[in-house]
């Protein structure tokens, strides 16, 4: 069992940044693959970024890539999710996935964060 936490979400003008942190509880926090989902009001829950247990690999949806940086630490058992450039269609909840595979959909996902609202202002 994980239990995912979010951190870091708020309200930031067009042009700014956010770098957002998920905690994971338990000690096998390394054997997971981790991601970020995002939902937006009215929209599916869709992929932004995901890294490999191992920090071996990453991969990004299109609309982030170039602006936006996954990375983890697995001496602390946290994720994050480095957020530049950030535009208004960036306006969602962001969700902490982790799995044993890795992740491309929400199909891949074993266990969900809570989600952060992320707010951008144009």
């Known amino acids: 069992q994980v239990q995912l936490g979010e951190s870091g979400g708020g309200l930031v003008q067009a042009g700014g940044s956010l770098r957002l942190s998920c905690a994971a509880s338990?000690?096998?926090?390394?054997?997971?693959?981790m991601a970020w989902f995002r939902q937006a009001p009215g929209k599916e829950r869709e992929f932004v970024a995901a890294?490999?247990?191992?920090?071996?690999?990453?991969r990004y949806a299109d609309s982030v890539k170039g602006r936006f940086t996954i990375s983890r630490d697995n001496t602390k058992n946290t994720a994050y999710l480095q957020m530049n450039s950030l535009n208004p269609e960036d306006t969602a909840v962001y969700y902490c996935?982790?799995?044993?595979?890795?992740?491309?959909?929400?199909?891949?996902?074993?266990?969900w964060g809570q989600g952060t609202q992320v707010t951008v202002s144009s």
């Open positions: 890294i490999s247990w191992n920090d071996v690999s990453t």
């Open positions: 996935a982790a799995s044993r595979s890795s992740i491309a959909t929400v199909y891949d996902v074993d266990y």
């Open positions: 338990g000690r096998t926090f390394r054997s997971y693959a």
